[in-house]
């Protein structure tokens, strides 16, 4: 079985500009969580979306969005990018009933 | 926050058993023990988790103890390829919150 893709796999934009990262899931899992990893603050949670629908968010400003399609494939978009958004964003998704996520490779993002 | 304390960093050496000790003195009764590892550069990886019953798996086994207020993941034989950093995670039981991931452990096998 597939595991969890994202795309683009590497990404460099400029300060200002918006960006779009995708996830597909591990195939019949509902869930998808999104988190961003920098050096200093290590591994944060960003969202959650099952069934198309928010569940759970991070501390985030509102520049973080994300959806979910019904396929369950999901994305996220970063408006007006800083210096520091730049981060490796991890996508997980998880089996509907079962806890343990699993996660994809990351996207790893470069702003300057 | 995490609510988990782990060392920053362990040694061990290829072939011999390694064993990553975690604090959660604070977990609740309905809260689960999740390990997770990373590899340099690559998404994090699943190990194990329980309750308060010592697991086994392919990857590993997880001790609790009694009192559930710490726990031990234990890789029997380590090998280079079990570099990385050790994540021990404390979560609501339904899996339906966040994983909420601290510093972790840097574990270095060396031959």
């Known amino acids: 079985k597939a595991g969890v893709t994202q795309t683009p796999r590497y990404l460099i934009k400029t300060r200002g500009q918006q960006v779009t990262l995708s996830c597909s899931p591990i195939?019949?899992?509902?869930?998808v969580s999104w988190y961003q990893q920098t050096p200093g603050q290590g591994l944060q949670f960003l969202f959650e979306?099952?069934?198309?629908?928010?569940?759970n968010k991070g501390n985030f400003p509102g520049r973080f969005s994300g959806r979910q399609f019904s396929n369950s494939r999901s994305e996220m978009n970063v408006s007006t990018l800083e210096l520091g958004d730049s981060a490796l964003y991890l996508c997980?998704?998880?089996?509907?009933?079962?806890?343990?996520?699993?996660f994809g490779p990351g996207t790893r993002l470069t702003v300057t | 926050d995490a609510k988990t304390t782990q060392p920053p960093s362990m040694d061990c050496a290829e072939g011999r058993a390694a064993n990553l000790p975690c604090n959660h003195s604070?977990?609740?009764?309905?809260?689960?023990v999740y390990w997770y590892r990373q590899i340099h550069s690559q998404g994090p990886q699943y190990i194990i988790h329980?309750?308060?019953n010592n697991e086994t798996n392919e990857m590993a086994s997880l001790i609790i103890t009694e009192d559930r207020k710490s726990s031990t993941l234990i890789l029997p034989h380590a090998t280079l390829r079990d570099t990385a950093v050790y994540y021990c995670?404390?979560?609501?039981?339904?899996?339906?919150?966040?994983?909420?991931f601290g510093k972790g452990t840097r574990l270095s096998v060396i031959a």
């Open positions: 997980a998704s998880r089996l509907t009933g079962i806890r343990e996520q699993y």
């Open positions: 195939s019949g899992h509902r869930s």
């Open positions: 979306y099952f069934s198309e629908t928010q569940r």
């Open positions: 604070t977990i609740s009764g309905n809260e689960y």
């Open positions: 329980g309750l308060k």
């Open positions: 995670i404390v979560r609501e039981g339904s899996g339906n919150t966040p994983l909420v």
